[in-house]
């Protein structure tokens, strides 16, 4: 290899290693630093800031125009409930949206310290293409966690040693990041899909 080339392959490795050092750093910065939450006037949910499975991050604003179903849970769910519910609101969603343009899920991972990027896109990756998975630092976790009216809770758990409890309810957030009712998290696939026209109909939200 020439003097020149030897170069290339050098200043090439080299943007690559700061690529993924710029990555990391991202990675740690999202997971460290907390924002300020707007409620957007909503008396449930609002504003939230998370890190992606891609440790990118994704904000409200990133599903501007659609429908934004909001659960909390974690990759190490306890009862083994989160995996169920997200795909059975999949299926709901589906039913009410075959374009798959017009509604998404959104999984918050109470549990940043396993689950990472690259666990959250293989979660998410399992169970359909419409959740999108990420997490935050704790204290940000927290807040937004009491914004959106879900528990934080840990579980005890024989296999993981712990998991973290799935949250009652999706939240059901419309195009404009207004709360419009929740639905049962735990309900079956036809009652997700009825509950879900009937608040996109601007029906009352459900309690």
């Not at 994704?58 to 599903?63: E, G, L, R």
């Not at 979660?123 to 999108?132: A, M």
């Not at 409890?165 to 999706?170: A, E, L, T, V, Y």
Request: aromatic content about 6%; hydrophobic content about 45%; overall charge neutral.
């Amino acid at each position: 290899m020439t003097p020149a080339g030897k170069r290339a392959v050098l200043i090439g490795a080299g943007i690559l290693a700061l690529a993924g050092a710029g990555s990391f750093v991202a990675t740690n910065l999202a997971l460290k630093h907390s924002i300020s939450l707007n409620s957007y006037g909503n008396p449930v949910g609002g504003s939230f800031r998370l890190m992606d499975a891609t440790t990118g991050t994704m904000t409200d604003k990133s599903f501007a125009g659609q429908w934004m179903l909001v659960l909390f849970g974690a990759t190490h769910c306890g009862d083994d409930a989160c995996a169920p519910a997200l795909r059975t609101m999949s299926a709901a969603m589906d039913e009410v949206d075959p374009g798959k343009r017009k509604m998404v899920i959104i999984f918050v991972s109470l549990d940043p310290d396993r689950d990472d990027a690259e666990r959250l896109r293989q979660y998410g990756e399992q169970i359909s293409p419409r959740v999108v998975a990420g997490t935050a630092a704790p204290f940000a976790l927290a807040d937004l966690a009491k914004e959106y009216h879900a528990p934080v809770e840990k579980m005890t758990d024989p296999e993981w040693d712990y998991a973290m409890r799935m949250s009652p309810q999706f939240v059901v957030m419309d195009p404009q990041t207004r709360y419009r009712g929740t639905i049962a998290a735990n309900a079956d696939q036809p009652t997700m899909a009825a509950n879900l026209r009937q608040i996109m109909a601007g029906d009352k939200p459900s309690p």
